[in-house]
């Protein structure tokens, strides 16, 4: 009988229930598109938060010894000590290696440019030859064939050309600022001669010759401006300091730093056992640090906070934005349901009114519409979920280049969020129903 | 069909009525008020155990606000309802909706039925709210009053009379013991009016005790006792001889 009434409902209001149901499932759709950028924003906005450059910068232990000579900070190793080429694949190996989306060494060598002279002092004009990777092959356990460079960790450089491909040592990008003043341009061939007093004459004599061809001209904003920049193997050879790196940028996915993260950067020590497991369990920042460091007993690790905060921030504010929207599209929803319900009860008044006076409870009749509500909200639902999935496709592939695939926790969480909505929705109509008086409304008083 | 319906309740109305002295309804001073207007006065009656009583008046004269009141659907401004011994009349709804459903059955002068349920849904219906519905008993109640073979049919597609005696079906399916019919008759025909009063002529006779509000005075004539209403006041109680 419950469900002859139910059923004859939706009948005879066909065109009221559809708006019901299409307002869910608008409400639905749209909160499903926000909950999957809610939940994929931090992965998307972090990896497009990448191309503003890496954020950790690995350099040697003893780069970060300093000596205060007479209030002056001094570091008489800086520049002298060096990381090894094979130790860069055991920072793709830490417990958070997935979240580890960049690993690029560097290696930089003063060098002279042949037939270039400076402008002040007609001497040979002196330069930095800074070696790297372009897209190599960084081979880890898990994959073999993993690749990473500076393509992926400073995709805030802008080349005009083409990137050097690191199998060709003699391609190089120039810098904007000294192409500028040396007039090179792509496809020029540059003479380097190496400036290393700890050489030999007979080495320096070797390496006079080293010609390299531009390929594109690099503008970063920065020291790579006035540099070479070319293949970390070039670096090597100009420098004879084969399979070594001076400094590593490591492009990491990251969570906002909370109480506890700053609590561990200022003292590890402090942190209790769980305290301790809850942060080297969590992606902060300062913990894929420590553990780099733990990799590379050799080596410091730090955090470039100016990239990592912003990071943090502006995915928090983001997400809660995206929250606030959800919320209000729910309460939208909920008022738009409330309207349509109100007016259901009133066409139906006197048929509640005749249910009452045969002894149905409020309850009872409550139920009539709470149920009516729980398949709206339902059926609005599953389509509003459908029809977000592919809304959250087509934001993903538009905003993010890469589509956003809908979490399986969005699933039950949008179906019950509906249904909660369209019950939200009922009950202040019902609350109609219980001031409704029989005798009212069945003999029009 | 009809036919063989109506001779049996004919032949059932003749049968004696079963009455008692244990007094099932039972007013004291009852006043119902809307604002300043007095619907309902003082009202001093009671109704027996099996009787049957019609409550007539001229139209405004109150005798549908008695009859809400007595229904359980309204509560009185002022005075005492005893329904079996038990003062209900300041009971809270909820409760007074237990007391329709278990004790009271009610017919409408303007039927009430659901209009997208068939003739035996509307029957099932007060079956629903009070315990189980239950087919097979509705279709038999619905076979009882003769509209066995409108048992399908939507509301639109019964008569007025058949209408009625679907109203009063629904009235009987939980075997109430208590009969209150606003005008039964007032929006029927003559052979339909002829066909419902017999109905509840036979259902008093069966022992259920039977308030019929009409302003018929034909119609009060089948009852055992008759309770004049004007202007709010009970003006007079038994057989009408005007």
């Known amino acids: 009988m419950f469900l002859t009434i139910i059923s004859e409902s939706f009948k005879q209001n066909m065109r009221r229930k559809l708006l019901a149901i299409i307002t869910v499932g608008l409400a639905a759709a749209l909160v499903t598109t926000l909950l999957s950028l809610v939940v994929g924003v931090g992965d998307k906005m972090a990896g497009e938060m990448k191309s503003y450059g890496s954020n950790i910068r690995v350099v040697p232990r003893s780069d970060t010894i300093n000596l205060n000579v007479g209030g002056v900070e001094y570091n008489p190793l800086e520049g002298r000590d060096y990381l090894e080429e094979d130790q860069l694949s055991t920072i793709k190996e830490i417990f958070w290696s997935n979240n580890i989306v960049g690993i690029t060494p560097f290696l930089k060598v003063p060098v002279f440019l042949e037939g270039a002279t400076s402008h002040q002092s007609n001497a040979p004009y002196k330069l930095n030859f800074i070696g790297t990777y372009f897209d190599h092959v960084i081979p880890i356990e898990a994959d073999a064939s993993y690749r990473s460079g500076a393509k992926i960790t400073h995709k805030y450089w802008r080349i005009k050309g083409a990137w050097p491909l690191d199998d060709k040592t003699d391609q190089v990008l120039i810098g904007e600022a000294l192409a500028r003043a040396i007039k090179a341009n792509i496809g020029d061939k540059l003479a380097l001669i190496i400036d290393n007093p700890s050489l030999s004459s007979a080495e320096k004599q070797k390496n006079a010759a080293t010609l390299v061809t531009v390929s594109g001209i690099v503008s970063t904003g920065e020291a790579e401006d006035d540099a070479i920049i070319g293949s970390l193997a070039m670096a090597q050879q100009l420098s004879g300091l084969q399979g070594k790196v001076q400094s590593i940028s490591v492009s990491a996915l990251t969570i906002p730093e909370n109480e506890l993260s700053m609590k561990a950067l200022k003292d590890e020590d402090s942190l209790s056992p769980k305290e301790y497991d809850t942060w080297y369990c969590s992606a902060f920042v300062s913990a894929i640090v420590h553990q780099i460091e733990e990799a590379m007993p050799n080596a410091s690790a730090k955090a470039v906070w100016q990239v990592t905060s912003g990071e943090g921030a502006v995915i928090q504010k983001l997400q809660t934005l995206l929250l606030v929207i959800t919320c209000a599209a729910f309460i939208s929803a909920s008022l738009g349901i409330s309207s349509l319900m109100n007016t259901t009860i009133m066409e139906r008044a006197k048929e509640i009114g005749l249910l009452k006076a045969l002894g149905a409870s409020n309850w009872k009749v409550y139920s009539i519409f709470w149920s009516e509500a729980l398949i709206i909200g339902a059926v609005g639902g599953l389509l509003g979920l459908l029809l977000g999935a592919g809304m959250a496709y087509e934001v993903g592939r538009m905003a993010f280049s890469s589509p956003l695939i809908l979490e399986p926790i969005i699933l039950p969480l949008v179906v019950v969020l509906s249904i909660l909505t369209a019950l939200i929705g009922v009950i202040l109509p019902t609350r109609a129903i219980a001031s409704l008086q029989p005798v009212e409304v069945l003999y029009g008083r | ?242």
Do not use: W
């Open chain 2, 1 to 242: 069909m009809l036919e063989v319906a109506v001779q049996a309740q004919t032949s059932a109305a003749q049968t004696a009525p079963v009455q008692s002295d244990q007094k099932v309804i039972e007013v004291q001073g009852l006043c119902r008020y809307f604002g300043s207007v007095k619907a309902l006065d003082n009202a001093d009656f009671s109704i027996s155990k099996g009787e049957f009583v019609a409550i007539m008046g001229p139209s405004g004269s109150g005798k549908t606000t008695l009859l809400n009141i007595l229904s359980c659907l309204d509560s009185p401004t002022a005075g005492q309802y005893y329904l079996d011994g038990v003062e209900v009349s300041q009971l809270e709804e909820q409760k007074r909706a237990v007391i329709r459903r278990e004790k009271i059955g009610l017919v409408f002068q303007q039927f009430h039925l659901i209009p997208y349920l068939s003739a035996v849904e509307n029957v099932m219906l007060a079956q629903h709210y009070h315990s189980v519905p239950d087919k097979a008993e509705a279709l038999q109640m619905l076979e009882t009053i003769g509209l066995g073979d409108r048992a399908t049919h939507l509301p639109s597609q019964l008569s007025g009379g058949e209408q009625q005696r679907v109203c009063i079906a629904r009235a009987l399916i939980n075997d109430c013991a208590i009969i209150l019919a606003d005008e039964p008759t007032g929006n029927l025909d003559e052979e339909n009016e002829r066909l419902v009063i017999s109905l509840l002529k036979e259902l008093n006779a069966q022992g259920r005790t039977i308030a019929m509000v009409t302003h018929n005075p034909e119609l009060g004539m089948v009852a055992d006792r008759i309770i004049k209403v004007r202007y709010g006041h009970i003006e007079s109680e038994g057989l009408d001889d005007a």
